[in-house]
């Protein structure tokens, strides 16, 4: 029996894929999940009260990555576009339901990654009761790090997290800071969705988030997983 080659009706879309260090492979993208207000200064920030708060989730589209160290184009219809640093979790595998005491079982590694956010928009968006995603899942608006597999870094509990522009530090903080943790964060999330390999989870924001224009260079790290750098444009 022969297998017939698939046709398309218009060409597929290349995969979304990450750098891994050090190896030439690459890591496919799934999906790109994100947790939002997981540390307590910057859910005061945004005008919550942490304590009274579970997780919540939005997503990102694949295609939004942008890796590799290429420039953030700065997005259209918007004049507020925000820096928000996070540690993202990539997962090489899934499941539904998933134990907390499990959850770590299935990372594959752990890059630096920024949730790149048209405030004005978003902020139109919340008084209106109306979804995010114009906010958040424009073109381009995930520059992540390359990832480094778990198996050489183990998995990130503490740390510094921080974020410089231009060489001045806007955003400071500590992994031990996350309200949810990582395996806390995969479990909730796997009562809401069936994760897959593949999958990213970027796991909130220290406080400080602020404003970037064209020119600006960003230039995030987390301690243990590395650096990301990436200028406005």
Not at 218 to 230: E, F, I, P, S
Request: with cysteine.
């Amino acid at each position: 029996m022969t297998t017939q080659t698939p046709s398309f009706v218009i060409p597929p879309p290349a995969p979304v894929t990450l750098p891994v260090r050090g190896t030439s492979a690459r890591f496919p993208v799934h999906r790109v999940y994100c947790v939002g207000r997981n540390y307590a200064a910057h859910a005061v920030e945004m005008g919550h009260d942490p304590d009274k708060e579970p997780p919540f989730f939005f997503q990102k589209n694949p295609g939004n990555m942008l890796s590799d160290g290429k420039d953030f184009p700065y997005p259209p219809q918007t004049g507020d576009v925000h820096h928000e640093i996070e540690l993202v979790v990539a997962l090489s595998g899934g499941g539904r339901d998933i134990a907390p005491g499990k959850a770590l079982d299935i990372v594959y590694g752990y890059a630096v990654g920024l949730d790149m956010t048209r405030r004005d928009i978003q902020a139109a968006m919340k008084k209106a009761a109306r979804p995010w995603e114009a906010a958040k899942a424009f073109e381009h608006s995930a520059p992540c790090s390359e990832l480094v597999p778990a198996a050489d870094i183990g998995h990130p509990a503490q740390g510094a997290v921080w974020l410089k522009v231009n060489g001045e530090l806007r955003q400071e903080g500590d992994l031990n800071q996350m309200i949810w943790k990582t395996a806390e964060i995969i479990a909730e999330l796997s009562k809401l969705f069936e994760l897959a390999p593949g999958d990213l989870i970027m796991t909130g924001t220290p406080a400080g988030v602020g404003s970037v224009q064209r020119g600006d260079v960003m230039h995030a790290h987390v301690d243990g997983v590395g650096d990301l750098q990436t200028t406005v444009v």
